[in-house]
């Protein structure tokens, strides 16, 4: 049996600046103090690829890893030891308890059932979520005292920032609610400040810092603008060339009708590759220096560029698509860790 050929390139590509990654861990880190930076590397690196963002993370110093559900265990596993690893949603069932023992990655604890689930089966280090205002997991104070959380080896106790990204009164309050529980139940550890909270001040950091956004080249606070590079790189290839005259109209319901004759590419990136519609008005790719304004709708697969400025290019020449995260959001108005997290599976397998 013949093997299947090897596929061609993609005309489309995702390029990890792993310099620019590896900076920003450790401009984190030191901007954390005497608290080490640990890495959130949920969601496949924010849809950057733990495969390639893990390994430069963990050679750059980061030792902590955190991870939503336990079904992205095993991707970072490969490229770190499983006690670095943490797990954010905690053990739910008797499967991820079990999980969790095969493979060595720590739960978050982020309720009294979690606690007994976790005891009653051996229990271990474990890391604890307190909630200190957010309202999505993690133990009020009030149930620190209980006897199934007093049981608890806990490595690492957390909490999480609402609006660190803001300049809000309620970043002091879950401050201080977070000190006023510290010495309710036994730990190694204090962690509660994101991306944003690292900026707010060292008063924020305790022992272990949690970045994530700002890892992949977003900005959550302006404090970070002069500090944070640009990690994820898209490019991608004009597949067709073509003139229209004044009248003609491109891609769906019309959207853009031509009052001139035009010279238009066609360019391989859709929002099935994580280039929303929204990133269509007023968006322009590049080629060196020169700006292509996006013409219409953005397609699936597709989206077309006004050639005026560069009436040399031709089928198969790149063009770079802007992926600052900073302008990309303000540009389109979509979060920047939406703009990370919905990279297509195609882009970030090119």
Known sequence: MKSAPEAPPPAHRLRIDAGALAHNWRALDALSGEAAAGAAVKANCYGLGADQCVPVLRDAGAEVFFVAHWSEVAGIIAHVSPEQVAVLHGPMTQQDVAYARSTGAIPVINSIEQAQRWNEHGGGPCHLMIDTGINRLGLPPGQLGEPAVQALRVDTLMSHLACADEDSAMNAQQLASFRAAIGMVGHERLSLANSAGIALGREFAFDLTRPGLALFGGVPRPELADTIRQVGHIEAAIIQVRDIKAGDSVGYNAQFTADRA?????????????????????????????????????????????????????????????????????????????????????????
């Open 262 to 350: 035009m010279r238009v590419g066609t360019v391989a990136l859709g929002y099935a590759d994580g280039f929303l519609r929204a990133r269509g008005k007023g968006c322009s790719f590049l080629n060196e220096d020169r700006e292509l304004p996006l013409l219409g709708k953005v397609s699936m697969d597709m989206v077309v560029v006004d050639l005026a400025a560069a009436p040399d290019l031709r089928e198969g020449d790149w063009l770079e698509v802007p992926f600052d995260l900073p302008d990309a959001a303000r540009q389109s108005s979509v979060s920047q860790y939406e703009l990370l997290t919905v990279l297509g599976q195609r882009l970030r397998g090119a």
